[in-house]
T-cell receptor
Framework: EAQVTQNPRYLITVTGKKLTVTCSQN?????MSWYRQDPGLGLRQIYY???????DKGDVPEGYKVSRKEKRNFPLILESPSPNQTSLYFC????????????FGSGTQLSVL | QKEVEQDPGPLSVPEGAIVSLNCTYS??????FMWYRQYSRKGPELLMY????GNKEDGRFTAQVDKSSKYISLFIRDSQPSDSATYLC???????????FGDGTTLTVKP
């Protein structure tokens, strides 16, 4: 089944403890992206990647890192999480670029205490 | 001011009603317009996709784009309880590496 898989679905952590949210797609998509969704602020893009080893900042990149060493994986890294990073995170992919349909993962609900 | 404004609702309608969801935007460079549907605890899924101005119909759903007014709409005919979800508009221009999303409108269709 074609899908974007995020793990974990739920994560509770404490301030400053490094964490990684994984994202994997099995559709051979070139474009991948991370979003956070907050009440009243909608979906905001964190980082995106047009292809392997190519990443760019979105609207809210501060406090996040990403890497794209393989086409299928696009992990989101929080080196030192803070409470303002408590949010619902979505990974998405599309075949060649942002002009095409985005396929979203099921989301990761992160709470930073 | 946000680039994309969307009425947050919530919107509650009886089954069978016609629903109109709307977004306004300020960036005249936007060329691609999308509507996503998001069920509770799920990721958004693409519902409609249009390029530039005009109408597009898909079953009970019609997307309209009026670039002169910077206004887009999604109409749902004969609404069903299964249409209950949050609807997000999204837009992008030809040079952007990202889509800009509205905040979403939460719709409830009551049987």
């Amino acid at each position: 089944e074609a899908q974007v898989t995020q793990n974990p679905r739920y994560l509770i952590t404490v301030t400053g403890k490094k964490l990684t949210v994984t994202c994997s797609q099995n559709m051979n998509h070139e474009y991948m992206s991370w979003y956070r969704q907050d009440p009243g602020l909608g979906l905001r893009q964190i980082y995106y990647s047009m292809n392997v080893e190519v990443t760019d900042k979105g609207d809210v990149p501060e406090g996040y890192k990403v890497s794209r060493k393989e086409k299928r994986n696009f992990p989101l890294i929080l080196e030192s999480p803070s409470p303002n990073q408590t949010s619902l995170y979505f990974c998405a992919s599309s075949p060649r670029g942002p002009y095409e349909k985005l396929f979203f993962g099921s989301g990761t609900q992160l709470s930073v205490l | 001011q946000k680039e994309v404004e969307q009425d947050p609702g919530p919107l509650s309608v009886p089954e069978g009603a016609i629903v109109s969801l709307n977004c306004t935007y300020s960036n005249s460079a936007f060329q691609y317009f999308m509507w996503y549907r998001q069920y509770s605890r799920k990721g958004p899924e693409l519902l409609m996709y249009t390029y530039s101005s005009g109408n597009k119909e898909d079953g009970r759903f019609t997307a309209q784009v009026d670039k002169s007014s910077k206004y887009i709409s999604l109409f749902i005919r004969d609404s069903q309880p299964s249409d209950s979800a949050t609807y997000l508009c999204a837009m992008k221009d030809t040079n952007a590496g990202k889509s800009t999303f509205g905040d979403g409108t939460t719709l409830t269709v009551k049987p």
